[in-house]
């Protein structure tokens, strides 16, 4: 046997790092796979099988992507000024208290709270990812204020949605649309003058929040809540019935409509509108929904764009003219929670079975 | 002259551009409804989408 030569360099232990090469996130699963000398298939499937039996293998994970240096960082950078790095020191601790619990039982308890966290750490990773271009890998701190200001991008996004959507739909649709204008403005002069793709995704979601209303004509006027309108009289009766969002009920059995037409004007932005008529009475609905029902009697139709026109003639008749943001539109001779309290509230819900008479009054009735 | 930001510039045309189809609705040129707004709405993400992936590749 050879005696070692005191003059050579001990062989150095094979380092454990993520991977450059075979990754999905951050390398985690594709280094260790090669340094354990499996398939990082594996390596994933049971990574995939562990969070879904409390979130052990996220806990890891985030570990993993503090702790473990790249490929080629490693040998970059030397092992103690790594180590001693505070930013990792802080989340590894966070790391260790997060998994306590889940490593000592009260699993369900721990994981109800770690992983809506980690899941909201991970989301404002990948936003940040998308809208930036910046890599999930680095030190500790700079994870974490990608992940935040990720978190912050779809904060603001959610708001500019809200804005565009609130905006167009009190009646600001013109304004709203300039709005959409000048933020393409903005992104246009700012490609040119500095960093400005994070302002993408909020810019978008102020066009769709004008875009959806726009589409379904929605209005946001009238209020919100529940309305029930009941006129005693003809005369009582407004020509028009607005509501933003809610339940409007509008409830004709005792208005003593006259001969002829009375015309009606229906506008709900989101929600249900019943229209109840006395039996004997001919209604004549044209109504437009965004998204949702129209059942008169019935006789229903639902989906996107409703377009809805039914013209019977009759002596005595409501002419109706609906317009729905998203909702229902319902007309009946009868309401289920005055004349039928104790009834199943399901039996003729706006796309269940309706049990009453039809559109009597009509001439063709 | 600084080269610009392609997705940026990409996204801020998209913008501009179903910005003035929501100005015609507004003015009562078109009516635009869900059939319309999808594929306007994946259009634009689409190709902003496209230009960012493109960039990051060259």
């Given at each position: 046997?050879?005696?070692?030569?005191?003059?050579?360099?001990?062989?150095?232990?094979?380092?454990?790092?993520?991977?450059?090469?075979?990754?999905?996130?951050?390398?985690?699963?594709?280094?260790?796979?090669?340094?354990?000398?499996?398939?990082?298939?594996?390596?994933?499937?049971?990574?995939?099988?562990?969070?879904?039996?409390?979130?052990?293998?996220?806990?890891?994970?985030?570990?993993?992507?503090?702790?473990?240096?790249?490929?080629?960082?490693?040998?970059?950078?030397?092992?103690?000024?790594?180590?001693?790095?505070?930013?990792?020191?802080?989340?590894?601790?966070?790391?260790?208290?997060?998994?306590?619990?889940?490593?000592?039982?009260?699993?369900?308890?721990?994981?109800?709270?770690?992983?809506?966290?980690?899941?909201?750490?991970?989301?404002?990773?990948?936003?940040?990812?998308?809208?930036?271009?910046?890599?999930?890998?680095?030190?500790?701190?700079?994870?974490?204020?990608?992940s935040a200001l990720g978190l912050l991008v779809l904060f603001g996004s959610a708001l500019m949605f809200a804005a565009g959507f609130m905006g167009a739909g009190l009646g600001g649709g013109t304004a709203a649309a300039a709005?959409?204008?000048?933020?393409?403005?903005?992104?246009?002069?700012?490609?040119?003058?500095?960093?400005?793709?994070?302002?993408?995704?909020?810019?978008?979601?102020?066009?769709?929040?004008?875009?959806?209303?726009?589409?379904?004509?929605?209005?946001?006027?009238?209020?919100?809540?529940?309305?029930?309108?009941?006129?005693?009289?003809?005369?009582?009766l407004q020509d028009r019935y607005e509501l933003a969002g809610g339940e409007m009920v509008l409830d004709l059995r005792r208005a003593d409509l006259p001969r002829g037409d009375t015309p009606l004007e229906l506008d709900l932005?989101?929600?249900?509108?019943?229209?109840?008529?006395?039996?004997?009475?001919?209604?004549?609905?044209?109504?437009?929904?965004?998204?949702?029902?129209?059942?008169?009697?019935?006789?229903?139709?639902?989906?996107?764009?409703?377009?809805?026109?039914?013209?019977?003639?009759?002596?005595?008749?409501?002419?109706?003219?609906?317009?729905?943001?998203?909702?229902?539109?319902?007309?009946?001779?009868?309401?289920?929670?005055?004349?039928?309290?104790?009834?199943?509230?399901?039996?003729?819900?706006?796309?269940?079975d309706y049990r009453g008479p039809g559109n009597t009054g009509c001439a063709d009735a | 002259m600084r080269r610009p930001d392609v997705p940026a510039l990409v996204a801020g045309v998209a913008l501009i551009g179903f910005g003035?189809?929501?100005?015609?609705?507004?003015?009562?040129?078109?009516?635009?409804?869900?059939?319309?707004?999808?594929?306007?709405?994946?259009?634009?993400?689409?190709?902003?989408?496209?230009?960012?992936?493109?960039?990051?590749?060259?």
């Amino acid at each position: 046997m050879e005696p070692e030569d005191p003059t050579q360099p001990l062989p150095q232990p094979k380092r454990l790092t993520r991977s450059r090469s075979d990754r999905v996130l951050a390398g985690v699963c594709g280094g260790l796979a090669r340094h354990l000398g499996i398939d990082p298939v594996i390596v994933r499937v049971l990574a995939v099988v562990l969070l879904l039996a409390g979130g052990v293998s996220l806990i890891a994970y985030a570990a993993m992507l503090v702790l473990v240096p790249e490929e080629g960082e490693a040998e970059a950078a030397p092992a103690t000024a790594r180590d001693s790095s505070p930013g990792r020191v802080v989340l590894l601790v966070i790391a260790l208290l997060v998994a306590a619990p889940l490593l000592i039982g009260g699993g369900l308890i721990a994981a109800s709270i770690v992983l809506p966290l980690a899941f909201l750490a991970l989301t404002g990773l990948v936003t940040w990812w998308l809208v930036s271009g910046e890599p999930f890998a680095g030190s500790a701190g700079d994870v974490l204020r990608r992940s935040a200001l990720g978190l912050l991008v779809l904060f603001g996004s959610a708001l500019m949605f809200a804005a565009g959507f609130m905006g167009a739909g009190l009646g600001g649709g013109t304004a709203a649309a300039a709005g959409v204008v000048a933020a393409g403005a903005v992104l246009v002069v700012g490609a040119f003058v500095g960093r400005v793709r994070w302002v993408i995704l909020p810019a978008m979601s102020l066009a769709l929040g004008v875009g959806v209303v726009a589409a379904a004509g929605l209005s946001l006027e009238g209020g919100w809540g529940e309305r029930d309108y009941r006129p005693a009289s003809a005369a009582a009766l407004q020509d028009r019935y607005e509501l933003a969002g809610g339940e409007m009920v509008l409830d004709l059995r005792r208005a003593d409509l006259p001969r002829g037409d009375t015309p009606l004007e229906l506008d709900l932005g989101m929600g249900q509108a019943t229209l109840v008529v006395p039996k004997g009475v001919c209604v004549a609905s044209k109504a437009e929904v965004g998204a949702g029902a129209v059942d008169v009697f019935g006789d229903t139709t639902a989906g996107v764009n409703v377009d809805w026109d039914d013209q019977p003639e009759g002596r005595r008749r409501v002419v109706v003219d609906a317009d729905v943001g998203f909702g229902a539109l319902l007309v009946r001779h009868n309401r289920r929670d005055l004349d039928h309290p104790r009834r199943d509230r399901g039996d003729d819900g706006p796309f269940g079975d309706y049990r009453g008479p039809g559109n009597t009054g009509c001439a063709d009735a | 002259m600084r080269r610009p930001d392609v997705p940026a510039l990409v996204a801020g045309v998209a913008l501009i551009g179903f910005g003035v189809v929501l100005l015609l609705d507004a003015a009562g040129e078109l009516d635009m409804t869900f059939g319309t707004l999808a594929p306007v709405a994946c259009a634009a993400m689409g190709i902003t989408l496209l230009a960012l992936g493109l960039s990051r590749r060259y």
